[in-house]
């Protein structure tokens, strides 16, 4: 427990990616069989503890601590856990041994709740302040040390001789404590094949312009639209199903609207969007409105009934038993096509080739498509086998041209990592009209969206340098610079929003350049980005 | 008959002062004549009539303020006694920073202990505290929760030692209070068995200079400036707490941000500082070692003066003695 602890403890101050993966691959090194399978378990979230209610965690302490002490502690301390951690009093470690991870996972998983709370005070005695602080983290089913299910399986690659890609196809057939997934990356056996539940890494495109394009035959090519959801794979089999985001992470509790329909074996790619269904046609909605059921993890009836989710296929991994990734697209789309002809389903559909005869018929084609729910063009060539990641020359992205705005920095806060001696992360606005107290007209500021990137190292020094001149007020770590500062940014889409002040969200936004020589009255009006709401 | 302390050493403005002595001991405003316990700018200020204080800590005063920070000075070792007006004092080690002092004050028949800023672990750079009994005992409460537990030093400093293994491109940045601390985290890196020269940003290397001259050995060290990333890999650099993150860590390439302090037990004040390594090192006392002074001290009266007060003369009070706050303004609880 005290290494599980002394990780989750280095985590929560580690803010950097390369950093926790360095700190999850060190303790991989060190840690026993089956303690590290279960710290990888936590790690991704997928421990199921009986969840201990606070108000007895809090009155297990004060039996044991003077109630006065503990009420001005946790005042000070502010988190419940830490207070506990930090109050519990030291008693002889001698005949207190501090428990094995693998003990408090095995015995909290039987255990009632009574029963755990009992388990805990006797571990409590055997465990340090990080110790304690730890074991009731993992208690409370909630680590928040900053690492996804992602980040903890890419450090377990790095520790051992397995790609990424194999383990997350592994992933799903085992269980914690992953005993036998581990042995195998560190050098063993590879585990036998059970089921195709598992998550394939998808294939990712290049992104392209038009004048690329000289360089590649049309009709090596299939053309369709880049739809504004986002990428998802479907693994079903054995009457069980995952749906999984671009990033592997099991998305299907929050769409069971979707999982419902699925009936078939097969893993497909495509998209997830919401999508209304109007008399045989299917008119996709704005991002907005998916965005809507992307924030929730247990959406409700309502909600399932105005944004129906919907999935647009584009490609086939495996259909029955068949693995068709070695197959060319060509005759992957036209087994996936055959297996929906066969029998439709509700909530699904296929993305439809676009028929062009050269590159210009194309660019005229994109330049007309402002549709909601479009968001570009895909290319992609017909011999190109499914493979995993970004490989160059057979997928490509064409982004419908980006937005923009010229805006005013409103407010700039210090980066993370690398960045964190940085003012990096800016809040800007756009003016709307006003009436001041004499009831003169006039015009505000308000803030209309946040970039963190699209400068170069060069710019982001001088922004730094422009920050610490231009401040005029603070708020905690929240620098408020003074309005003079105009740079143009660019982004994918505008939506309306309750959220901000403005009633505006914007997609991806980021610096597109800096105009140092603008000035700020010449920014853009708020009224000016409610006429590119999509 | 005894005359109780409560009738000749009273919290005034300018700090405590002791009537029938005439002095204030470590007052926030120029006086005329002044005992001043250690040299941390809170306690000790410079503009006074007569400064009565250790060596050391008049040392530190010189470079801190210059020459001629007081119109006299008067040094005093440890368990020499001197009469100032009705009353004898004497300076003992309070084990806090090199040359800090408890003041022991008798008067009438009583004795008062002011115990300025203390602690009671081992340190390295200074004597220990010594518990000398008591009628009231005059302590702070810095750390007075009982969530304070200051971790054993030498965990502490194998974090340190342990991320170097871990990150061996980046520099370890620690930031240390200019006086005391600075000193003490090489000290305890050097009995851990560190022998490569440590860097220190240039706010540190005077107080660190005048360790050497006072007979504390601290090994190797160097002048971080002019250094470039490539050359501080794996290296340790100390500075003080307000440079992390601050565009002169930049100098560093990609650091690894650690803070030495007793305030870093709390996560909440770890992530504040921007510690990527919190180190719980403290040159205050935490709350048992606070409890246990109290004992050991066996005073039947104890007054609190900064830091957490109320939890503190609660927890005395607990153990049958009296206890009441002392309020003074001006100390800080930076560490
Ligand atoms: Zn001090």
Not at chain 1, 143 to 152: H, M, P, Y
Request: hydrophobic letters at 40%.
């Amino acid at each position: 427990m005290q290494l599980f602890a002394d990780l989750l403890d280095a985590l929560s101050y580690q803010p950097a990616r390369n950093g926790k993966l360095r700190l999850i691959e060190d303790y991989l090194r060190h840690a026993p069989d089956p303690d590290r399978g279960y710290a990888l378990a936590a790690l991704c979230g997928e421990l199921e503890l009986p969840s201990l209610k606070p108000a007895a965690l809090r009155d297990m302490t004060i039996a044991r601590v003077d109630p006065e002490l503990f009420g001005w502690s946790y005042d000070y301390v502010g988190d419940l856990a830490e207070t506990i951690a930090l109050i519990w009093p030291v008693t002889d470690r001698a005949t207190h041994v501090p428990p094995r991870l693998s003990d408090v996972v095995e015995r909290l998983r039987l255990a009632g709740r009574a029963e755990a709370m009992i388990l805990m005070s006797d571990w409590l005695d055997g465990l340090d302040a990080t110790g304690r602080w730890a074991l009731l983290k993992l208690a409370a089913g909630a680590l928040r040390v900053g690492v996804s299910a992602r980040l903890a399986k890419t450090a377990l690659s790095a520790f051992g001789t397995v790609g990424l890609e194999d383990i997350e196809e592994q992933w799903p057939q085992h269980e914690p404590p992953y005993t036998e997934l581990i042995r195998w990356v560190a050098g063993g056996e590879k585990p036998a094949a059970r089921n195709t539940l598992g998550f394939r890494p998808l294939m990712l495109s290049h992104p392209i312009e038009e004048s690329d394009l000289a360089n590649l035959t049309p009709h090596d090519f299939c053309a369709e639209w880049k739809w504004d959801g986002i990428r998802v794979q479907i693994a079903a089999s054995d009457g069980q199903v995952r749906l999984y985001s671009r990033a592997g992470e099991d998305i299907s509790g929050a769409f069971p609207d979707l999982i419902e329909h699925v009936d078939f074996e097969a893993v497909l790619d495509g998209e997830l969007l919401v999508a209304r269904r109007t008399d045989n046609a299917v008119e996709v909605a704005s991002f907005n409105d998916l965005q809507q059921r992307l924030n929730r993890k247990k959406p409700n009836p309502a909600l399932m009934l105005s944004n129906p989710a919907h999935m647009r296929l584009y490609d086939a991994l495996i259909i029955g038993n068949d693995d068709l990734r070695p197959l060319p697209l060509r005759e992957r789309r036209q087994h996936l096509e055959a297996w929906y002809a066969q029998r439709p389903r509700l909530r699904f559909d296929l993305s439809p080739l676009i028929q062009f005869a050269n590159w210009s018929e194309l660019v005229r084609l994109r330049a007309d498509a402002r549709a909601s729910g479009i968001e570009g063009l895909m290319l992609k060539r017909w011999e190109s086998p499914y493979i995993a990641g970004r490989v160059k020359g057979h997928w490509f992205k064409w982004k419908r041209d980006a937005l923009t705005i010229d805006a005013v920095l409103m407010y700039a806060q210090r980066g993370h990592g690398k960045r964190s001696s940085f003012y990096s992360d800016f809040t800007f606005g756009c003016w709307r009209p006003i009436v001041d107290e004499h009831g003169n007209p006039g015009r505000e500021l308000v803030p209309v969206g946040k970039a963190y990137s699209g400068f170069t190292d060069e710019e982001l020094r001088r922004l730094d340098r422009w920050v610490r001149n231009n401040t005029v007020d603070r708020f905690g770590p929240v620098r408020v610079l003074s309005p003079a500062l105009v740079a143009e940014f660019e982004f994918d889409s505008v939506h309306e929003s309750t959220r901000h002040k403005s009633g505006l969200a914007l997609r991806f936004p980021r610096f597109h350049r800096i105009r140092w020589d603008k000035p700020a009255n010449e920014a853009d009006e708020v009224e000016t980005l409610k006429k590119l709401i999509s | 008959m005894a005359l109780h302390p409560q009738h000749w050493l009273k919290p005034m403005p300018g700090g405590l002062y002791c009537e029938p002595g005439g002095f204030f001991i470590d007052p926030s405003r120029p006086v005329d004549r002044a005992i001043v316990t250690h040299g941390h700018g809170d306690h000790a200020r410079a503009g006074h009539g007569k400064v009565a204080a250790t060596a050391e800590t008049l040392a530190i005063m010189g470079v801190r303020y210059g020459e001629g920070f007081a119109r006299e000075t008067q040094s005093l070792s440890y368990g020499e006694r001197l009469g100032m007006g009705d009353v004898t004092i004497m300076l003992e080690p309070a084990g806090h920073i090199l040359g800090s002092a408890q003041v022991v004050l008798e008067h009438g028949g009583c004795r008062a202990v002011v115990s300025g800023d203390y602690k009671r672990r081992f340190d390295p750079t200074c004597p220990p505290f010594t518990p000398v009994k008591c009628d009231v005992f005059i302590t702070e409460a810095t750390f007075g929760l009982p969530v304070f537990h200051h971790p054993p030093d030498k965990g502490e400093i194998g974090k340190v030692l342990h991320a170097r293994e871990l990150f061996p491109d980046r520099s370890m940045l620690v930031g240390v209070y200019a006086l005391g601390k600075c000193q003490r985290v090489i000290a305890l890196l050097r009995r851990a068995g560190y022998d490569k020269p440590i860097y220190l940003h240039g706010a540190l290397q005077a107080l660190t200079q005048l360790y050497e001259t006072q007979g504390v050995r601290l090994g190797p060290l160097a002048s971080v400036a002019g250094m470039v990333p490539a050359q501080l890999k794996s290296e340790i650099v100390l500075c003080p707490p307000s440079a992390i993150g601050e565009v002169w860590s930049r100098r560093m390439g990609d650091p690894v941000p650690a803070v030495a302090s007793g305030w870093m037990r709390i996560r909440a004040r770890a992530r504040q500082a921007r510690a990527e390594l919190p180190l719980i090192i403290s040159d205050h006392c935490d709350w048992d070692e606070l409890l246990q002074t109290v004992r050991d001290v066996d005073a039947p009266e104890v007054w609190v003066t900064h830091g957490r007060e109320e939890a503190l003369i609660h927890a005395i009070q607990q153990t049958g003695r009296r206890a009441r706050a002392l309020s003074l303004v001006g100390y800080e609880d930076e560490e």
